[in-house]
């Protein structure tokens, strides 16, 4: 279970005050819940003036690096911000390059869950497995978007498809996993290329926790928005104790910097795989 943050805003901001200052800020998140702790990692990322990506992160806890931490988060001044702390899935490494968000071609990447099936995954990426770094799941992930990116999908289609796919792959696989329901826990991902956010909403099974860190009413894989001086701030959960809406998965959600503020479109999805109607853990 790890947490996720994006920040998006119509000219150059900083988004400390959620990361680090508020009462439930991206970095106390890490170690609020001591049965749950973040403990595997960090990142930040964001974008020059030339759109080109700046990305901070390490394979150690937020908490053991706050001045580390704070210091990015200082840095980070950008029309988009993305934030992630991990709690690395089982069996995958524990270090600076697995941790998130994952960065090619211009976009960066960060990933809440467990992507069960990510060998038969990257098997199915073609000529892009060779751009994986490491064993990640969530990499495997990241270039399974780009791949259906390459081809043309909207970053809504692309996060669809990637879905798809799974389950496509799933209904050949499946008797491998026969301890498994479902080939992934949660697909909820942020993506940016430094133009918008773009994220998928989406668990098809319980992960290790019931809630969230900082909000026990709250569905750990059903993520949040909301605006703040004039932000687009989505998030795994609230990061300040002040009004957010709860998404409604399966859906994705895009914000984009606008001359009048920042446009922000949702769009349901009806997902059906294989073996029927696609499953999902929590309704919001």
């Known amino acids: 279970m790890c947490r996720l943050f994006a920040q998006v805003a119509s000219q150059p901001a900083s988004a400390r005050d959620l990361l680090v200052d508020a009462e439930f800020s991206l970095l106390r998140q890490a170690d609020a819940d001591p049965q749950n702790p973040q403990k595997d990692g ?40 993305l934030g992630h702390i991990r709690a690395a899935s089982k069996g995958i490494g524990i270090d600076d390059a697995h941790a998130h968000p994952f960065s090619d071609e211009g976009w960066v990447f960060a990933h809440n869950g467990t992507l069960f099936i990510h060998q038969e995954v990257a098997a199915a990426l073609g000529p892009r497995r060779t751009r994986l770094k490491t064993d990640s799941d969530s990499e495997v992930y ?20 990637c879905i798809a796919e799974n389950w496509r792959l799933w209904d050949a696989c499946k008797s ?3 301890e498994l329901e479902a ?39 059903v993520m949040s928005f909301t605006t703040r001086d004039g932000r687009f701030v989505l998030a795994s959960e609230g990061v ?17 910097p606008s001359s009048t503020g920042v446009e922000v479109r949702r769009r349901p999805l009806k997902l059906v795989s294989p073996l029927g109607p696609v499953p999902e853990a929590f309704q919001s």
């Open 42 to 81: 960090w990142g930040l990322a964001w974008f020059g003036t030339a759109g080109e990506a700046h990305v901070v992160k390490s394979g150690r806890s937020a908490p053991d690096e706050h001045a580390r931490f704070t210091a990015a988060a200082d840095a980070a001044r950008s029309s988009v911000i």
């Open 142 to 161: 990241f270039q399974q978007f780009m791949k259906f990116r390459a081809e043309g999908a909207t970053p809504s289609a692309a996060f669809e498809a």
């Open 176 to 178: 491998r996993y026969p």
């Open 183 to 221: 080939p992934y826990s949660s697909l909820n991902a942020i993506a940016s290329d430094g133009k918008a956010i773009h994220a998928l909403c989406h668990a098809a099974h319980r992960g290790r926790a019931e809630h969230a860190v900082c909000h026990p009413d709250q569905p750990w894989s």
């Open 240 to 256: 300040d104790g002040k009004e957010w809406t709860r998404l409604s998965p399966p859906e994705t959600i895009s914000a984009a």
